[in-house]
């Protein structure tokens, strides 16, 4: 059972154009991070939110935790070929227990 | 600081062997995680300790597979016997503290087994 699911799941795209990605879940999580995975290595963390709304600003990514903490959004203005990676979500709850999202592979062609 | 360190980095084994993976986590964190990564089911948490003790052990799929903390600075996955379906990335994470705390995540094991 996958509590975090990421959409899409595969992304391809030119360099300049905006692109989102989502995870959503049922279950309320405490705290929700994003990470980045390059081929060959381990995750990466970007950015943790905790707030239900909170907005965070990470130079061209835009990272949104849902009112209800239920879901999140990555939002990548202007996508560059450095930003090609594996992106995951990764959510907490309250009982200190950790999952982490389906993953989406975003391409950015230059 | 070396980040947190894995061995072996890549592992071939035959069916029914016994394999051990070991991670050493970054000094002063007291939170170890192991995952498992696959292309058919991502990213999976195995096991966690805080302060060497296990805390969420859910995540191992079966008796053949058991983790150990005897120290603050090391750590090892064990499967025996290995079987085919255990081939995946095999990651270490460590973190100071828990709930909202950074992973790092060390390069991880890719074993193969035949």
């Known amino acids: 059972t996958q509590l975090l699911e990421q959409s899409p799941q595969f992304l391809s795209i030119q360099e300049g154009e905006n692109l989102t990605v989502y995870c959503n879940s049922s279950?309320?999580?405490?705290?929700l991070q994003w990470y980045r995975q390059e081929p060959g290595e381990g995750p990466v963390l970007l950015v943790t939110v905790v707030t239900g709304g909170e907005v965070k600003k990470l130079k061209r990514l835009t990272f949104q935790f849902g009112d209800a903490r239920k879901d999140s959004s990555l939002h990548i203005t202007a996508a560059q070929p450095g930003d090609t990676g594996l992106y995951l979500c990764a959510g907490a709850n309250t009982g200190n227990q950790f999952y982490f999202g389906t993953g989406t592979s975003l391409t950015v062609i230059p | 600081d070396a980040g947190v360190i894995q061995s072996p980095r890549h592992e071939v084994t035959e069916m029914g062997q016994e394999v051990t993976l070991r991670c050493k986590p970054i000094s002063g964190h007291n939170s170890l995680f192991w995952y498992r990564q696959t292309m058919m089911r991502g990213l999976e948490l195995l096991i966690y300790?805080?302060?060497?003790?296990?805390?969420?052990d859910s995540g191992m799929p079966e008796d053949r597979f058991s983790a150990k903390m005897p120290n603050a600075s090391f750590s090892t996955l064990k499967i025996q016997p290995s079987e085919p379906r255990d081939s995946a990335v095999y990651f270490c994470a460590s973190s100071l503290g828990l709930r909202n705390s950074e992973q790092f995540f060390g390069p991880g094991t890719r074993l193969t087994v035949l």
């Open positions: 279950s309320v999580f405490s705290s």
């Open positions: 300790f805080n302060n060497n003790v296990p805390i969420d």
